[in-house]
């Protein structure tokens, strides 16, 4: 009985924890979170993209 449960709680290890809620790796995370943070700093507002079809 005990070599059977063996298998399992092994699997059972094999679980990371440490993901965020996206289920992403840590470093995947950050990664995204950086480009996240570059696309918006490099966004233009819709107020601005109005006032230059404007003229």
């Known amino acids: 009985m005990r070599l059977l449960l063996l298998p399992l709680l092994l ?11 996206s289920g992403a790796p ?5 990664q ?3 480009s996240a943070a570059m696309l918006d700093a490099n966004s233009v507002s819709p107020e601005a993209l109005n006032e230059s079809t404007a003229k």
């Open 32 to 34: 995204l979170n950086d």
């Open 11 to 21: 699997l059972s290890a094999c679980g990371s924890s440490a993901n965020d809620p």
């Open 26 to 30: 840590p470093s995947e995370a950050r």
